[in-house]
């Protein structure tokens, strides 16, 4: 059973970077065979697609943030990241992990997420 | 960029009762459309895809339709546990967006 796990600091001062991983168990990235992606969702709001990767090179970002995130992985922990820089109260809110179908990108399975405050 | 709206954004109902959320695409994104459900403190669990195709193990009282640029979820007889709040997906194109929700509360 795939199970993923977000973890990372859960206080971030404003102009600081964000980093968070998600952890992967039951399935392995270079399958091929789905998107890894971060999607947020502000305390009360909706949910925002961050970002994803499939392989190592071939990731897509909102454009909303692509200046400011960057989404790597570690295949040999199994783990993908997001970095997101100088940071703002705007991205505090709970980010989740998910894995995406392939060829199209639906969430069928999402890590419990995790909350991350801006705020000094 | 394919913006996604949702109505109502709250919804009150009383349990048996019939529903139906719209979810309405800027530009046609054919059949490439997904609901997800979310309660409080959980994270998003996918209901239907492709429009009216429904998840694995999703209970058969919930159903989709539409295309092009809109698309309607339906919970034939609200049950307890449906009080959540609802989010439609689009992923025709990046970047993927969502709605932004419906809250389906006890009436």
């Known amino acids: 059973q795939v199970q993923l796990q977000e973890s990372g600091p859960g206080l971030v001062k404003p102009s600081q970077t964000l980093s968070l991983t998600c952890n992967v168990s039951?399935?392995?990235?270079?399958?091929?065979?789905?998107?890894w992606s971060w999607i947020r969702q502000p305390a009360g709001k909706g949910l925002e697609w961050v970002g994803r990767f499939y392989s190592t090179r071939n990731t897509k970002y909102n454009p909303a943030l692509e200046s400011r995130a960057t989404i790597s992985v570690d295949t040999a922990k199994n783990q993908f990241s997001l970095r997101l820089t100088s940071v703002t109260a705007a991205d505090t809110a709970v980010y989740y992990c998910a894995r995406g179908t392939y060829p199209h990108d639906i969430f069928d399975i999402w890590g419990q997420g995790t909350l991350v405050t801006v705020s000094a | 960029d394919i913006q996604m709206t949702q109505s109502p954004s709250t919804l009150s109902a009383s349990v048996g009762d019939r529903i139906t959320i719209t979810c309405r695409a800027s530009?046609?994104?054919?059949?490439?459309l997904a609901w997800y459900q979310q309660k409080p403190g959980k994270a998003p669990t996918l209901l239907i895809y492709?429009?009216?195709t429904l998840q694995s193990g999703v209970p058969s009282r919930f159903s989709g339709s539409g295309s092009e640029t809109e698309f309607t979820l339906t919970i034939k007889s609200l049950q307890p546990d449906d009080f959540a709040a609802y989010y439609c997906?689009?992923?025709?194109?990046?970047?993927?967006?969502f709605g932004g929700g419906t809250k389906v509360e006890i009436k």
């Open positions: 997906q689009q992923y025709k194109s990046y970047p993927l967006s």
């Open positions: 492709k429009a009216s």
């Open positions: 530009q046609t994104i054919s059949d490439w």
């Open positions: 039951g399935d392995s990235f270079t399958s091929g065979t789905y998107y």
